[in-house]
Nanobody, 114 residues
């Protein structure tokens, strides 16, 4: 059974940084695209960043230059380093595995506020 478990969310002041982690279990993940999405209150879930098995990355325009996605295939883990955080980055962040119909983690709350 595939499981994705996110961690690293929390409350941070504007301009601060957080690092999210997503640990995958229940299979081999190094062959697949993984990514991060987010959903703010009252808004649709949106793509934040994706990373292929070879390390190619893609970012939403709103986070380019501030967020960095990476992965450690040996640890079945994907990361999202978030710098220069803004209040509009406040959302629940979800890990995603593009395999079959897709798998989602349970989400981790990120709140950017002074």
């Amino acid at each position: 059974q595939v499981q994705l478990v996110e961690s690293g969310g929390g409350l941070v002041q504007p301009g601060g940084s957080l690092r999210l982690s997503c640990a995958a279990s229940g299979g081999i993940f190094s062959l697949y695209v993984m990514g991060w999405y987010r959903q703010a209150p009252g808004k649709q879930r949106e793509l934040v960043a994706t990373i292929t098995n070879s390390g190619s990355t893609n970012y939403a325009d709103s986070v380019k230059g501030r967020f960095t996605i990476s992965r450690d295939n040996a640890k079945n883990t994907v990361y999202l380093q978030m710098n220069s955080l803004k209040p509009e980055d406040t959302a629940v962040y979800y890990c995603y595995l593009r395999r079959g119909n897709g798998y989602w983690g349970q989400g981790t709350q990120v709140t950017v506020s002074s």
